[in-house]
């Protein structure tokens, strides 16, 4: 069975400065990697997606996130933080087509300091 | 650009007490899903449904009931609640061939 962890449950960052947020995965099969961004009070929106191809995946808002298959990881990094960026990042895994296969982390909570 | 749309927003429900949860969207999405999300626990899917008129089981359906009489609608039951459903419930709807899903702003449920 699938299973994903984020080992970072709060992350706090200056702004300005990069950030790393830590995804790992475990699967005996082939599987699709995403990562969501929960802003304050709103739903969850998809930042960017690994199905097949090329592992450095690049989402929204400048983050981009790599395919390390050795490793089961799928870290998310931006270069430059924002204050904007201060929301909750999920990471999710499928080990097929169907978002009913879809296991999401326990999320990281991304604070921003001035 | 309504989206998806959930309603209420907050609710707060005595031990044994029923109510349903509402779940709009106006994408012509087929896929349409409920999610609990609790602390530390990420987001757990309860019912989803492929179609109108279909249902299905999720990782944690027990206590809840669903219906998708209308494409554009998916309803979240809870017949007798309890505060083990004290959660914040979030409905997503997606295209089928689509890995990508729309959510809704999320409902706030306390169960005294």
């Known amino acids: 069975a699938q299973s994903v962890t984020q080992l970072d449950s709060q992350v706090p960052v200056f702004e300005e400065a990069p950030v790393e947020l830590r995804c790992n995965y475990s699967?005996?099969?082939?599987?699709?990697l995403f990562w969501y961004v929960q802003y304050p009070n709103q739903g969850l929106q998809l930042l960017l997606k690994?199905?097949?191809?090329?592992?450095l995946v690049k989402g929204i808002n400048g983050f981009e996130a790599e395919f390390n298959k050795s490793q089961t990881s799928f870290h998310l990094r931006k270069p430059s933080v924002h204050i904007s960026d201060t929301a909750e990042y999920f990471c999710?895994?499928?080990?097929?087509?169907?978002?009913?296969?879809?296991?999401f982390g326990t999320g990281t909570r991304l604070t921003i300091i001035p | 650009n309504a989206g998806v749309t959930q309603t209420p927003k907050f609710r707060v429900l005595k031990t044994g007490q029923s109510m349903t949860l509402l779940c709009a969207q106006d994408?012509?999405?087929?896929?349409m899903y409920w999610y609990r999300q609790d602390p530390g626990m990420g987001l757990r899917l309860i019912h989803y449904?492929?179609?109108?008129?279909?249902?299905a089981k999720g990782e944690v359906p027990d206590g809840y009931n669903v219906s998708r009489l209308k494409k554009q609608n998916f309803l979240l039951g809870l017949e007798s609640a309890a505060p083990s459903q004290t959660s914040v419930y979030f409905c997503?709807?997606?295209?089928?061939?689509?890995?990508?899903?729309?959510f809704g702003s999320g409902t706030q449920l306390s169960v005294l």
């Open positions: 997503a709807s997606g295209r089928q061939g689509s890995e990508k899903l729309f």
């Open positions: 449904s492929v179609g109108e008129g279909t249902t």
């Open positions: 690994y199905l097949s191809g090329s592992t």
């Open positions: 999710a895994v499928s080990e097929g087509f169907g978002n009913e296969k879809l296991t």
């Open positions: 699967s005996s099969v082939s599987v699709y």
């Open positions: 994408m012509n999405h087929e896929y």
